[in-house]
Structures are given as C-alpha cells and as structure tokens.
C-alpha cells in the first residue's frame, strides 16, 4: 500500500482524508504508439527540484522508470494555441507520461491538454510540470475522459514567478479511478493563480483529489474554485489547501468546492484548509455540499421549469466557466452534451 496525496499537515483524521491508501501501479514499461517531442529543459530541472509535489514518491518513481512518452515545450515570446492530446485505447491502454513547460520571461503561451480513451481498462500516469518566468503568462486546460475500469492518476504541478499569471482549470468527466494532485507554487512577488476545477462521478467513480495553492511570494493571490456533482453511488474526497508560508506578507489565497449530490448514496467528503505561518496575509476558504442558490432557483423555476430542471440548468451553468476556457471548439462542445446528458434524472 502507498499513501497518495498525503497532507502536509494531518488535520482530517477523523474523516480519513489526510491520505489514501492505494495499491496500485505498474510492474514494468509498456510501448506506446506515440514517439516522444522536444528534449528534456535542465533548467526546468532544476527549478522544481527545490519543492516537493507529485501523488506520492512511489507514482514519481513510476513515473521515471515507465515512462513512455514525454513532450517537452521552451517557449519564448507570444505562442499560438497548441493541443496536447493523449490518447489510450485497448491496443495501448498504458501511458506514463510527462509533460514539461518552460515558459521565458516575458512569454504568452496557452495549453490545452487532452487526457481521453475509449475502451476498457486503462491506466494513465500523468506528470505536468509548468514553470512560468517573470511577467509570463501561461493558459493551461487539462480535460480527462476515460471509459470503464480506468484508472487515472495525474500530477499537474507549478511555479509562478514574479509578475507572471497562470490561469489553470481541471475538466475530469469519466475515469473510475481517479486521483489527481494539483500544486501550485506562487514563488515570486506578485505572482497570480487563477484556478477552475470541475468533476462529475456516477456510478460507482472514485475520485480522491488534493489542490495545494503555496504562497512564497509577497502580494501574491490565488483564486481557485472548484465545482462538482455526484450520483448513483459515486464517492469523491477534495481537499483544498491554501499554505501561507513565511514571508509572504500581503499574500491573499482563496479556494472552495461546491458540490450537488443528486443521490442518498454518494459519498462526498470535502475539506478546504488554510495554513498560515505570517501575519500581514488574507486567506479564505469555504465547501458547500448540496446546496444551490435558492433564489435563482426559485427565479428559473417561476418561468415554468420544475424543481429538477432548474437545477439542472443552474448546474451545467456552474460548470460552463471552466469548460468555457476549452479552446477547442468540438471538444468544448462534446463536453458540454455529455454533461448535459450525466446531469438529466428522471
């Protein structure tokens, strides 16, 4: 057994959230249909060999020795739009991933990366790290969709420097297994982080899912939200953590999960933490579970729409900023009906 997104601090005993247990992983490296992009970034390297992050060190370690493809992107002044797609199937159902992004000062770039399969029984080990330079500014999107008997694990990481903007969302629709890891480090002054997250379990899904927003850098702010629904007897663990750490004076963190249980059977256990070791900062953070703004839901429903309908639509509207952010227009599309069609009940 391994503990995969384990707390810095064990603060949710009780609820069984300061780690999972997991046994799972690979025994050797498989092939993969894809050749790998670019060359490994030393100096990516070496930024982040500073901090920890990542699932666990069993799913680093994995990661390193299985990996069968990797992509590389040094990006240097204003970049276009750019797809990163990863694709399983059931003749290759096994990827081990890295994904590494070093965007130079002063440099505009936007992301979106793919996860999706179709077929049974797949395996996905993911590692996106992201460093963004001085008055960078980097878009990135990770969408994950996987059919039944999958597993997902995915580790989406980054360092914001000073005066640079990372604006980052998490789609996941799919995936019977999935834990996720998204860390980012606001190291420099100023540096911003503007965070969305959606998720949608049925079924009997598992999701385990632990979002750490650190403040290093004075004036720093990170903004992430994180928005939800459950049905059947899906189970979903979120953990959001803001970390204030010293010397981040002026520093200001904000994260939240709001989530809709459409059945008495889902489990959905949430805990937003903030950690403070400095004086002169702003933190907050907030969890709401089944519950939807009763006045615009009594606004929707007064124009004819039953109780039900009316959540719907207030739900799907919850989760169009995120999806929103998809450039792509097809898959921003197919997304949205999927979700259209998980969030019709009876």
Known sequence: ?????????????????????????????????????????????????????GLSDQTKKENQEFRNFSIYRDVEGKNDFETIALRLDSENNILVTGIDINAHEGSESSFLITALGEGENLYLNSQVRVNVEKDAKVKLVVVTNFGKDSTNLQSINSIVGEDAVLDISYIEIGADYSIVNVKNILKGDRAQVIEDGIYFKEKDQFLDI???NDHYGNDTDSDAMFNGALKDN????????????????????????????????????????????????????AASVGRLNKE????????GFDKKQAESMMLEATFSKALDKIEDESLRDELKETVHKMNTRN
């Open 210 to 212: 632990l979002a750490n």
């Open 1 to 53: 057994m391994s503990k995969l997104n384990e707390m810095r601090m064990y603060t949710w005993q009780s609820q069984g959230l300061n780690y999972f247990d997991a046994n799972i992983g690979l025994k050797e490296k498989q092939d993969y249909n894809k050749d790998s992009q670019g060359q490994a970034i030393k100096e990516l390297d070496d930024v982040f060999k500073a901090y920890e992050y």
């Open 296 to 303: 615009m839901l009594f606004y929707i429903m007064s124009r």
């Open 234 to 285: 899906a189970h979903k663990n979120w953990k959001g953590v803001v970390d204030l750490k010293h010397g981040c004076s002026k520093a200001d963190g904000k994260i939240g999960d709001y989530s809709m249980m459409f059945s008495d059977n889902v489990k959905n256990k949430t805990a937003p933490i903030l950690l403070c070791t400095e004086k002169e900062v702003a933190g907050n953070h």
